[in-house]
């Protein structure tokens, strides 16, 4: 039986020692049964359950003994921090999860997010449920997360030791490539890819470009609009700049929007049904499934009309607004636009 995943990490804690995030370098996914089992009794911890243990360093020595021949990357882990001890605000930390359940916990919210970005599980096939609510408000600093009750002090501290301390963000999630950076991608703005994006090879976000946590691309493709939370985009596709795709979070509720392969969603335009193949929006168009949408044929003679939503999930599709007549049309897209390669070419 393999369990879920087993990985060892280093976590920050507040000055009350609550932690507010963990940084998991080399996570163990679906370990052998006898790994997990000798793993939980070091700590003292039920295998048959999902478990966060914040490890001491007689813990730490045991574990990096036992893994070095089950799990390489662990007791390394392991060694270095018994070596080279642990900064101010920091502790080290073990997560054993038997089963996909939801997070009870921040470290076990942080290794689901790792997985994810680690492409070990794609979007939709971890148990996320209640992580946003889980998760803490951090202020991400030039010295890593900060409890925000904590930041004046911290400040100062930084200053009066000759420091300058940057803020670049207060939010849930860090950035990405602070914890993850996948092989052959490139990311313009790091700020702008949070932990939990699933990023395929071949994958380029652009300045503007976001990709949510829980959302990501198969890769090749071009990034310059919002991936939001939920959202997978298909092989080949790009969406063009200042499009959006609407979330799970932003209204898209229990419907899962999803874009296919080899489509195009043009500059400003928006998603809100699921993309079949090969299919184009063009720019500025936001089809949402309450979306009143005239069919044509292929000569452009009008069939009937009907909610964008019937249109959810169908490939060869070409979504325009008349210029004439202002309405919203749907065309087969057969002749479907052929992407730039150059564009999908990131090395």
């Not at 101010?88 to 089963?99: I, K, N, R, S, Y």
Request: proline share 4%; glycine share 10%; hydrophobic share 40%.
């Amino acid at each position: 039986m393999n369990h879920l995943c087993l990985a060892i990490g280093v976590a920050t804690q507040n000055s009350n020692g609550d932690l507010l995030e963990t940084f998991f370098p080399a996570p163990l996914f679906q370990p052998d049964n006898s790994c997990f089992r000798a793993s939980c009794e070091v700590v003292d911890a039920s295998p048959d359950s999902n478990n966060s243990v914040v490890l001491d360093s007689a813990q730490l020595a045991t574990l990096a003994e036992q893994w070095s021949e089950s799990w390489s990357n662990g007791a390394s882990t392991a060694r270095s921090i018994l070596q080279q001890g642990l900064p101010p605000h920091t502790t080290a930390v073990l997560v054993l999860l038997h089963e996909d359940l939801a997070p009870q916990s921040v470290p076990e919210a942080y290794l689901k997010l790792h997985l994810l970005s680690l492409r070990h599980c794609r979007p939709h096939q971890l148990n996320l449920d209640g992580i946003f609510a889980l998760l803490p408000n951090n202020v991400w600093t030039s010295e890593g997360a900060i409890d925000p009750a904590e930041l004046e002090q911290r400040q100062l501290a930084a200053r009066l030791a000759g420091r300058q301390l940057s803020v670049d963000s207060v939010d849930k999630f860090p950035r990405m490539a602070n914890y993850v950076a996948p092989a052959g991608v490139r990311i313009a703005d790091t700020s702008r890819v949070r932990l939990g994006a699933y990023l395929g090879a071949g994958t380029t976000v652009m300045h503007e470009g976001f990709v949510n946590f829980n959302a990501g691309t198969e890769g090749p493709g071009m990034i310059e609009g919002r991936i939001s939370a939920g959202v997978f985009v298909g092989r080949g596709s790009d969406l063009g700049g200042g499009c959006s795709t609407m979330g799970t979070l932003s209204g898209g509720n229990s419907v899962i929007i999803s874009v296919g392969e080899e489509c195009l969603i043009g500059a400003n335009a928006g998603l809100g049904i699921p993309l079949g193949d090969r299919c184009t929006i063009e720019a500025g168009l936001y089809v949402t499934g309450g979306s009143v949408v005239t069919l044509l044929d292929e000569n452009g003679s009008e069939v009937r009309t009907c909610k964008a939503r019937e249109l959810a999930g169908h490939s060869d599709l070409l979504f325009r607004r008349n210029s004439m007549t202002g309405r919203m049309e749907c065309k087969t897209n057969r002749a479907a636009i052929a992407l730039n390669e150059e564009l999908h070419a990131n090395n």
